[in-house]
């Protein structure tokens, strides 16, 4: 595998007696945590061009590498567009710093955005609210379907004649919640239709703390965003489910934009965050 040399920059104690007539507890099959290239046709790496995203596409090329797979690999980024005045919604660079990732891996990269909506400011204002966690339309609609559409592309240009079996890479981590953490690193993903596509989520590097994501940047010489100096998580510039201190800091930065999203929460009437409106992000930025 071919790399690039440099990078941009361098988430009981029962009764005894009671078990002799109890019959043995059948062992519960292990859940696999060993994906199997052999299995699939292709492996898509969402690369939302952030810290997670880098340190997935390397662990996804390293193990296709070794298998003998890393043919199977694509990149994929879903844009997300911009706002009605233009600014991009994703952190400028984003795009560029996913291209990098698969450039560096020497794996085909491709940019695909919703064919349903333009970007995700059209599909928030349709919804007439912000996405929070227990509403993760933003992901569900610009990403997620986004990346099943592309599986089928995939699908339609291999031309198999039956479904297409691909493994779909998420840059998840246990460390992040408790709900990531209860998620099983290999499962039957939700976007599989029986006599469209089988699709298997992968979460490779599920293990890893932030600090490990960081040695595995440094250790590898891994394009890195530039706006790690100020926030913890990139994406979206303005993410509902983002820290406090990340908003104002970006708020800081984007001035713009946040004044535009000002402008849609009011027309919307719905805080941003719950007991946080984004008025208040932007007076705490400029202060
Ligand atoms: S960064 Fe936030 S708003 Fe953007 S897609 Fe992700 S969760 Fe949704």
């Excluded at 990078?7 to 009671?18: E, H, S, T």
């Excluded at 699939?40 to 003998?68: I, R, Y």
Aim: proline share 6%.
């Amino acid at each position: 595998m071919t790399k690039s040399p440099t990078p941009i920059r361098a988430c009981g104690n029962g009764c005894g007696q009671l078990e002799l007539f109890t019959p043995p507890a059948e062992a519960a099959p292990a859940a696999a945590t060993e994906f199997d290239f052999d299995r699939h046709d292709v492996v898509v790496v969402g690369d939302s061009g952030g810290k997670d995203s880098g340190v997935l596409v390397h662990e996804v090329c390293t193990q296709a590498d070794k298998a003998g797979a890393l043919n199977k690999v694509r990149v994929l980024h879903c844009d997300l567009g911009r706002t009605p005045n233009g600014h991009l919604i994703e952190w400028p660079g984003a795009l560029e710093v996913a291209r990098d990732h698969a450039a560096l891996y020497g794996v085909p990269f491709a940019v695909r955005r919703s064919q349903r909506w333009p970007s995700l400011w059209d599909r928030i204002m349709d919804h007439g609210n912000w996405p929070g966690y227990f509403a993760r339309f933003c992901t569900s609609d610009t990403k997620t379907a986004v990346g099943r559409a592309f599986v089928d592309e995939l699908g339609a240009e291999l031309r198999l004649g039956r479904p297409i079996r691909a493994g779909y890479a998420v840059g998840m981590r246990a460390e992040e919640s408790r709900a990531r953490a209860a998620k099983p690193v290999i499962e039957r993903h939700r976007m599989t239709a029986k006599t469209l596509r089988h699709v298997t989520t992968w979460l490779p590097i599920h293990h890893l703390k932030t600090d490990e994501v960081w040695k595995v940047h440094r250790d590898h010489g891994i394009p890195c965003h530039p706006a790690y100096e100020w926030v913890g998580r990139l994406s979206c510039r303005a993410c509902p489910l983002a820290k406090r201190e990340d908003l104002i800091e970006s708020a800081r930065i984007n001035r713009e934009l946040f004044d535009e999203y000002a402008g849609a929460e009011e027309h919307m009437g719905k805080p941003f965050k719950k007991n946080l409106t984004l008025r208040h992000i932007i007076e705490l930025a400029r202060s």
